[in-house]
């Protein structure tokens, strides 16, 4: 596995840069601070005392980390489940045009009083967010929603149900695809049906084995407004039948230790919840890698063995409105530079940590099939830890590929059908 640190933005961003500038685009204060947002490293990775590249943190050091850390982790290293060992931090900047839409519209996004989005055109909704705002939550969240994922995704990996003794009970290989069809920076990879219907992407996926899984497919829509209930539909091989289904993110994904909504750190409706703006800061998470899966070990074998390194993160705690979901609150460490998830840390109503997720992005110019991918990352890997059923689902990619085509037809019950066949 290869390491890739790259610590200045590349020369194509600085001359993009100074192109806005020489036009006018900035003319005050808040300008410099949507460039440190979209550009947090700009002037030099984060330092802390105490915190050095190719450094290991144990049980015996782990205190020298104990204020970037969230203490969910600092307890299992200082339990001796796993170490971390720490790298520079990557600067990965987010695609140029996605990054210059989301500052020429910064100000115009507004909240309405359902809380959906106003005015919106391209790019990151809410560019600047004022910590006294009331509403700062639910901005950082939509900033998460609206983050630069590429125009198509297309994995195959295999999710694995891992017990206390560390052996898989259960294998699942499915190939999963995604097609945004709305808001592109490049408008002529919007699909036009789907902007009518307000469609924002459509996922598909069929399971490869095992064999009593095997041919099973699953169907979403999931719309531009978060109030738009999403559509779903779900491909039975013995039966080979196609039936409507409701999409209950409540529910166990594959029986695994996940909810249906924590895919991704979390694809739930946000009306649904209450977003609390904890703030921005310096935190050591797990780091960018190149273009292999990370391997994993520690305790049970849960704990990815790549580098974590220092990165500038919001944190969000979110709420459900619903006193009967699974989960008291979550936690969530997002990247400020590409607004995905790092880390999730679920709480019971009890106020008891329960489950722990844990993602691993790669470079895609460590891999081959995705040399020529900007602004956006490989998903490699992501682990869900449950303290309380000592047990964890682990996922690791075969293959990722991000912006190959994938027409829309693809995504239709007609084509599940056919599949089946």
């Known amino acids: 596995m290869r390491i890739r640190n790259r610590s200045v933005l590349s020369l194509t961003g600085i001359l993009s840069l100074v192109g806005l500038l020489s036009a006018g685009v900035y003319a005050q204060d808040g300008d410099q601070q949507l460039l440190d947002g979209f550009l947090p490293y700009r002037n030099g990775s984060p330092q802390i005392e105490g915190i050095t590249p190719g450094m290991t943190l144990t049980k015996e050091n782990v205190q020298l980390a104990e204020k970037v850390l969230p203490p969910e982790i600092v307890r299992v290293v200082q339990a001796g489940d796993f ?5 520079a931090t990557t600067d990965f900047p987010i695609l140029e045009a996605y990054m210059q ?3 020429k519209h910064a100000g115009q996004v507004q909240l309405g009083a359902d809380g959906e989005l106003q005015n919106y055109t391209l790019g990151q909704p809410f560019p600047l967010i004022d910590p006294a705002d009331p509403q700062a939550g639910l901005k950082a969240a939509w900033n998460y929603r609206m983050r630069y994922m590429g125009d198509t995704m297309t994995t195959q990996g295999v999710l694995r149900t891992i017990n206390s003794s560390g052996n ?3 294998a699942v290989d499915t190939r999963y695809s995604r097609r945004y069809g709305m808001f592109r920076p490049n408008p002529e990879f919007n699909v036009a049906k789907w902007e009518k219907e307000g469609t924002w992407w459509r996922e598909h996926s069929i399971v490869m084995s095992p064999q009593d899984l095997e041919g099973a497919q699953s169907l979403t829509f999931h719309y531009a407004a978060d ?3 999403q559509k779903g539909w779900a491909y039975d091989p013995q039966s080979r039948r196609t039936r409507s289904i409701v999409v ?3 529910a166990a994904s594959f029986e695994a230790s996940f909810l249906i909504e924590d895919h991704a750190g979390f694809q739930g409706y946000l009306h649904n919840y209450t977003w609390q703006y904890l703030g921005e800061q310096v935190a050591l998470v797990p780091g960018f890698i190149g273009g292999t899966p990370p391997e994993y070990g520690g305790k049970s074998g849960w704990y990815p063995q790549s580098p974590w390194e220092l990165r500038q993160v919001v944190v969000l705690e979110a709420t459900s409105n619903d006193s009967g979901h699974p989960y008291g609150k979550r936690r969530l460490y997002i990247d400020r530079q590409i607004y995905s998830v790092f880390c999730v840390f679920v709480y019971d109503h009890e106020g008891t940590h329960w489950r722990t997720l ?3 992005f ?7 099939d995705n040399a020529e991918v900007k602004g956006t990352h490989l998903h490699l890997g992501n682990v869900w830890i449950d303290y309380k059923s000592n047990s964890a689902a682990l996922w690791t990619a075969d293959e ?4 190959k085509p994938l027409k829309p037809r693809k995504f239709t019950v007609k084509e599940m059908v056919r599949l089946g066949k």
Not at 83 to 87: A, K, L, N, R, S
Not at 362 to 368: E, V
Not at 400 to 403: E, P
């Open 101 to 103: 839409a989301s500052i």
């Open 248 to 250: 209950n993110h409540h």
């Open 362 to 368: 790669g470079d895609p110019a460590d891999d081959p």
């Open 168 to 170: 898989t009970e259960r």
């Open 358 to 360: 844990l993602h691993t």
């Open 400 to 403: 990722v590929l991000i912006n």
């Open 83 to 87: 170490e971390i060992p720490v790298q």
């Open 227 to 229: 109030t738009t209930n």
